[in-house]
């Protein structure tokens, strides 16, 4: 037999291995096939996908990442609202210090009825005009003022200088007057901290509506003397005003006229501007805003001031506080000295507070610097802080 018949021979024979089967070809040839273990004529199929076990492994898992990534994602959301609340400060702080350049001074804080006078002796009457002059109007705040340099110049060219910003009857009731129509609901974002959890607009009465409420409020003073203490202090350095303590050692008071040069202690260890921008908690254990109940819950209403004269203004005085409170004060009850009534009149010395953080405050400084104040910020140090003439010249990081 030669070497191509044995090969023949060998591929026609079947050579059956363990795990395998015989199976005819057409030429008569078995070949080889695995074995079908099982009930004749089926195939197990092939497992695909997840157990339970391994699915409740990865749902697990996700739920260990999202409790990881969701306070960093929150973080970085209210971190974002608080450059923003910081970034209002320092457009405000650019435009008083517009102000500054084109008047040789800062505006006020709060105007008094003084400016109606003044528009009254200017002979508003004799051009057609309404001067306002019975002695009950309240002025504008210091809000009014950096208008023309917020990009605001069209709303300030629309208001009546010599009107009020609402129209006060004999009465005493304030109702809608030109000003009031056009623009105490007017709140343009500068003004709006969005980390704000009170309501941006609040309603008076009936005929007051949908006020814009303030979230930055001017710094008026403290009521101290060179000392630190009240001891010390004298009529121009405050003065009791029937629902609190009215400052007149700060940047922006009532009717004030300060002059960077006027900033003994340095404007960058003087605050000008600070945060009002959280809830607080009446005598009664209520959340409560702390702001006015009356026409001053509007952030364009100063003060109703009719004698210039240290020691013998009226108690109206609106968006502006002197210290008298820690930063980060939450409680404005009746019974805390120099509070009694605020929160249900004109907020003279509400707290300066915010939802960031440790609940401190960024604060708006002289030289035009933010810089944030931890809640619980020593008193004193608070209230030489909003002094410009104590002689102390405290430097905040």
């Not at 629902?243 to 922006?252: D, K, R, S």
Request: aromatic share 8%; glycine share 10%; proline share 5%.
């Amino acid at each position: 037999m030669n070497i191509m018949s044995s090969m023949s021979t060998m591929s026609s024979m079947s050579i059956l291995f363990p795990g395998s089967a015989a199976v005819p070809t057409k030429r008569g040839v078995h070949a080889l096939q695995p074995a079908v273990h099982g009930p004749i004529g089926t195939m197990r199929p092939n497992r695909e996908g997840f157990t339970l076990v391994e699915l409740l492994v990865v749902i697990a898992i996700i739920g260990v990442l999202v409790g990881m990534l969701l306070p960093a994602v929150q973080a970085a959301r209210a971190a974002a609202r608080n450059m923003q609340c910081q970034h209002n400060l320092k457009q405000i702080g650019t435009a008083l210090h517009n102000v500054h350049d084109a008047r040789k001074r800062f505006p006020p804080g709060s105007d008094g009825v003084d400016l109606y006078m003044y528009w009254r002796n200017q002979g508003d009457n004799a051009k057609g005009q309404t001067a306002y002059d019975n002695g009950e109007g309240v002025g504008f705040s210091w809000a009014v003022h950096v208008l023309p340099y917020i990009e605001e110049s069209r709303k300030y060219d629309t208001l009546k200088f010599f009107l009020p910003p609402s129209t006060n009857t004999t009465a005493g009731r304030v109702q809608g007057g030109p000003n009031t129509n056009t623009f105490l609901t007017y709140l343009p974002s500068v003004f709006r901290c969005p980390d704000n959890p009170m309501p941006h607009f609040t309603n008076v009465w009936t005929s007051l509506r949908d006020m814009a409420a303030n979230n930055y409020v001017a710094i008026a003073g403290a009521d101290i003397g060179t000392s630190g203490s009240r001891a010390s202090a004298t009529s121009k350095d405050y003065c009791s005003c029937g629902y609190g303590t009215c400052g007149f050692n700060g940047v922006l008071f009532v009717n004030s006229k300060i002059h960077a040069a006027s900033i003994i202690d340095g404007t960058s260890c003087t605050m000008m501007i600070g945060e009002q921008t959280d809830w607080a908690v009446d005598g009664s254990g209520r959340r409560n805003t702390c702001r006015s109940s009356n026409v001053g819950a509007s952030l364009w209403t100063g003060a109703r001031w009719t004698d210039q004269t240290l020691g013998h203004g009226q108690d109206n005085v609106t968006n502006t506080t002197t210290i008298t409170t820690p930063i980060g004060t939450r409680v404005c009850t009746a019974a805390l000295q120099d509070w009694a009534g605020e929160y249900g009149s004109n907020g003279n010395n509400s707290p300066l507070r915010s939802p960031h953080n440790d609940l401190g405050t960024n604060t708006l400084f002289a030289d035009g610097s933010v810089r944030y104040l931890q809640a619980g910020t020593d008193l004193t140090l608070t209230k030489r802080l909003a002094a410009r003439n104590d002689g102390y010249s405290i430097t905040v990081p």
